[in-house]
């Protein structure tokens, strides 16, 4: 497949409001193949394997594919510019731009959930006011 024919696609879907995460791990892939280093390929696979399963449990918004496109966008410009050492920097850079919004999701998600538990009832060994209770009878 071509990287900027998917690419391409990535973005028309995303402006669709569909899913792109079949065209995300193909920009992966055909970046992982073009290396000509199978381990990388190897190593691709459950690296997408792992983003698959984070994104479907963190569901990042718009902002976040925004992002990635912009990355697939600079890594595809390098690569157009015959510049490895520029495209190697941009992937490094996506990586960790991925890395940190997943981990801000999480986080955030995270304290959501502790929230909500919050209100179902006292945490262990909390002490409760017998007021508060008289509320919820």
Do not use: W
Request: with cysteine.
């Amino acid at each position: 497949g071509d990287l900027a024919a998917v690419h391409a696609s990535c973005a028309r879907a995303a402006e669709r409001g569909e899913t792109t995460r079949r065209q995300e791990i193909d920009f992966h892939r055909i970046l992982a193949r073009a290396s000509g280093n199978p381990v990388l390929v190897l190593i691709l696979d459950f690296v997408n394997s792992l983003l698959s399963d984070s994104k479907s449990h963190l569901q990042p918004d718009r902002s976040f594919l925004d992002q990635v496109l912009d990355a697939h966008e600079r890594i595809l410009e390098a690569i157009r510019a015959r510049d490895p050492e520029l495209a190697a920097t941009e992937m490094f850079r996506h990586v960790c731009e991925v890395e940190s919004s997943l981990e801000t999701l999480r986080r955030e998600k995270d304290e959501i959930a502790s929230l909500t538990i919050g209100r179902n009832g006292p945490a262990a060994g909390e002490r409760v006011n017998p007021l508060d209770l008289k509320e919820n009878l």
